[in-house]
């Protein structure tokens, strides 16, 4: 059974930096895309980055590109999102979650780990 455990979740001032990290345990996730998602209070989750297995293909929305980036080190089975310039905004219980490269759904995720970040 493969699980998903997020850290380094907390309060930060708005403009800090704060570095999430995903360990997985159960099964070799080298070869699976992993995910961080986010969901704010009252709204759904969405998709914040996402990582091939290679880690030279990333996906980054948006609302995020050029302060969060996504990261991976296969050899911990570890998957990290590094996150600069915290925004108010971006206050939301992060996840992460791992699916295979042949689907568009993610099978395993996290218990998901709180951020707040206060103006």
Known sequence: QVQLVESGGGLVQAGGSLRLSCAASGRTLSSYVMG??????GKERDVVAAIWSGGRTVYTDSSVKGRFTISRDNAKNT?????????PEDTAVYYCAARRQDTGTYAYWGQGTPVTVSS
Not at 36 to 41: D, G, I, L
Not at 79 to 87: A, D, G, N, P, T
């Open 79 to 87: 998957v990290y999102l590094q996150m600069k310039e915290r925004k």
């Open 36 to 41: 961080w998602f986010r969901q704010a209070p």
